[in-house]
C-alpha cells in the first residue's frame, strides 16, 4: 500500500511508542524503527549540513567545504575515512563494520556555474551575482548521505549487525568525472550492492536504463601564430581546425543511430584577431544508449578532428576528461528500496509548502500542481533517457539502486534558477529526512536480511546478460583537477560572506 502523509505520522508515532512503551509494532522491526526514530532526532542537523552545502555552492572538483564537513561528521560518528582517493582532494570513503555483505552507498555535492538563487523566493535573484550555486539539490543530496548512513552505523552498533559500510563521496557529478575513476582504481571490488541517493520532486525509486553512456573530451589544435593581416600565409591556424571539426561533426549527425548525441563548446579559440591563434581547444561531449555506441561515436568525432588537422596542417592531441557507462538500476533493490519508501511515506507538507510550490511551478511555466502528497508505486523498466550520471559504472560493476527523495520542487527545470528556489527551505529539509530514512531502511534490510542481496544479484545476472563491463575510461587518465579551480577562486571570498554559522551536530 503507499503510505500517505498522514500515514507516515501513524508510523512516527509507532515508531516512538516501540522504543518508549514497548507496545509491539505491527509491521516494522525494532531495527527500522530505531533507524527511523535516529534520522528523526537528527533532523535539526540534516537541514543545518543541507543548509551549508547550499551556501557553499562549490563547482567539481572544488568542493572542499563541503567535504571538509562531511568527513569530519563521518569520523566524529565513528566511520574511518580515506580522503583523497583516485587523486580527487574532494573525494573520500568511509568505513564501518568488516566482513559480508559489503554494502556501498554514494553521492554527488557539487554546484553548477552561475546558479546562485536564493531560496525561498519564487523569483530568480542571486545570492551573489553570476557566482556557482546549486540549482539541482546535491546539497541535499550530501545531507541524506551523512544522514542515512550515520542512522544505519548507530543500527550495526546497536543491534550488532555484521557486514561493511562503505560511503562514498563523489566529486564533480556535473562534468561526469569522479566514479568511473573509482571503479577502474578498484574501490568497488569488494562491494555486494550499492545505492545512490538523489534529489527528486518525489520519495521513489525505479528500475531499468536510466542514463545513456557518455564520452567527454578536450580536442585541442596546435598550429602557428603569425600576424592576421600582415603575414596571414605564415601561419597554421588552430582556430580553422576547430571550425572544420564543427562542420564534419554537423555533416556527421545524420547518420547518427536513434538516441546518439553529440554537443560541444569552444573553451579556447585565440586571444586576439590580429594574432592566428596556434592554439585552440574544443570540448565535445558524446553520448549513447550503450557505452559500446559511446565509444564508437568518440572514435568517429577522434577521425574527423584528425581531418580537421590534415586540412589546415596542424596537429590535435585528444584528451578524455570523462566516459562514462549508462546507468541501470536494479531490480531488486529497487523492490526494497520500495517497500521502504512506502513505510516512511511523503512528508505532510504544510498549506504554505504547497502555495510555494505551485508559485515557482507558475512562475518558471510548467505544470503547475504543487507538492507531491504521495509516494508511487514501483515501476520499471523504464525507458532509457539521454542525459548521464558518473554513477553508470558502478551500476554495471555491481548491483545498484536509486533512492529519490523529494527536496525540490516536481517539473521544475534542474540548472535554472526555479531548480534552486526551494533548496534551502522547509521543503527541501523535509525531503531530506524522508530520504535519510529511506536509505537507512535499506541499508539494514540489505545488511540484515540475505534474502535482499541475493534478489539483487540474481536480478543483475540477467539485467547485464552478455555485456562485459570494461571501464570506458583510458586506463592511465588522471583527473582534470584544475578544471573549476579559477572560477570557484574567483567567487569564493564572496560567497563565504553567506556561509552558515552553526556547525551540524548528530546525536
Ligand atoms: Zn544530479
New binding site residues.
Given amino acids: 500500500m503507499t503510505a500517505t502523509a498522514n500515514d507516515n505520522s501513524l508510523v512516527v508515532r509507532k515508531t516512538s511508542m516501540t522504543m518508549d512503551a514497548e507496545a509491539p509494532a505491527s509491521n516494522i522491526s525494532e531495527i527500522k524503527s530505531f533507524v527511523l526514530d535516529t534520522v528523526d532526532r537528527n533532523a535539526k542537523a540534516i537541514a543545518t549540513l543541507s543548509d551549508s552545502i547550499f551556501y557553499f555552492g562549490e563547482l567539481g572538483m572544488e568542493e572542499h567545504e563541503t567535504a571538509g564537513l562531511m568527513t569530519g561528521l563521518l569520523e566524529e560518528s565513528g566511520f574511518r575515512v580515506e580522503r583523497g582517493i583516485s587523486g580527487f582532494p574532494t573525494g573520500f570513503c568511509a568505513t564501518y563494520g568488516s566482513g559480508k555483505p559489503v554494502v556501498a552507498v554514494h553521492t ?1 555535492y557539487d554546484s553548477n556555474p552561475n546558479n546562485s538563487q536564493v531560496s525561498g523566493v519564487a523569483e530568480y535573484k542571486n545570492i551573489v551575482p553570476d557566482a556557482p550555486g546549486h540549482c ?3 546539497n541535499v ?1 550530501a545531507a541524506v548521505l551523512v544522514a542515512g548512513v550515520i542512522a544505519a552505523k548507530r543500527a550495526m552498533e546497536k543491534f550488532g549487525i555484521g557486514g561493511t559500510l562503505k560511503v562514498f563521496g563523489a566529486p564533480a ?2 562534468q561526469l568525472i569522479s566514479r568511473p575513476y573509482y571503479v577502474r582504481d578498484g574501490w568497488f571490488d569488494d562491494v555486494d550492492v550499492a545505492l545512490h541517493n ?2 527528486d520532486g518525489a520519495l521513489r525509486t525505479v528500475f531499468g536504463p536510466t542514463h545513456s553512456a557518455a564520452v567527454s573530451a578536450y580536442f585541442t589544435f596546435h598550429g602557428e601564430t603569425s600576424h592576421a593581416s600582415v603575414s596571414p600565409w605564415k601561419a597554421r591556424d588552430a582556430l580553422d581546425a576547430v571550425v572544420l571539426m564543427d562542420m564534419g561533426m554537423a555533416q556527421y549527425r545524420e547518420h547518427m543511430e536513434t538516441d546518439m548525441r553529440a554537443h560541444r563548446v569552444i573553451t579556447h579559440g585565440g586571444d586576439q584577431p590580429n594574432t592566428i591563434p596556434a592554439k585552440a581547444t574544443v570540448w565535445w561531449t558524446f553520448r549513447a544508449p550503450t557505452a559500446e555506441g559511446a565509444r564508437k561515436v568518440f572514435e568517429r568525432g577522434r577521425k574527423i578532428a584528425e581531418g580537421a588537422a590534415m586540412m589546415t596542417n596542424t596537429t590535435v592531441s585528444v584528451d578524455v576528461m570523462s566516459a562514462v557507462w549508462p546507468v541501470y538500476m536494479n531490480q531488486g533493490l529497487a523492490e526494497v528500496i520500495q517497500q521502504n519508501v512506502e513505510l516512511i511515506g511523503m512528508p505532510a507538507w504544510t498549506a504554505e509548502e504547497n502555495e510555494f510550490a505551485r508559485k515557482l511551478q507558475q512562475a518558471c511555466g510548467v505544470k503547475v500542481e504543487g507538492l507531491q502528497q504521495s509516494t508511487k508505486p514501483l515501476s520499471g523498466p523504464v525507458r532509457q533517457g539521454t542525459p548521464s ?1 558518473d554513477s553508470g559504472d558502478i551500476s554495471y560493476k555491481v548491483p545498484m539502486g536509486r533512492v529519490a527523495f523529494p527536496s525540490n520542487i516536481p517539473n521544475v527545470p ?1 540548472h535554472h534558477w526555479c531548480g534552486g528556489a526551494a533548496l534551502a527551505s522547509s521543503i527541501a529539509h523535509k525531503g531530506a529526512v524522508a530520504g535519510a530514512k529511506s536509505l537507512a531502511a535499506t541499508v539494514v534490510d540489505l545488511l540484515s536480511d540475505p534474502k535482499w542481496v541475493a534478489r539483487a544479484k540474481e536480478t543483475f545476472a540477467t539485467q547485464v546478460g552478455d555485456v562485459v563491463y570494461r571501464p570506458l575510461l583510458p586506463p592511465d587518465q588522471k583527473p582534470p583537477l584544475d578544471l573549476n579551480r579559477k572560477a570557484m577562486e574567483a567567487f569564493r571570498p564572496k560567497m563565504r560572506e553567506h556561509y552558515v554559522k552553526e556547525r551540524p551536530r548528530f546525536v
Avoid: A
Fill in positions: 554527488e539541482e539539490g546535491h543530496n557529478e556535473e538523489h534529489v550520471n534542474y
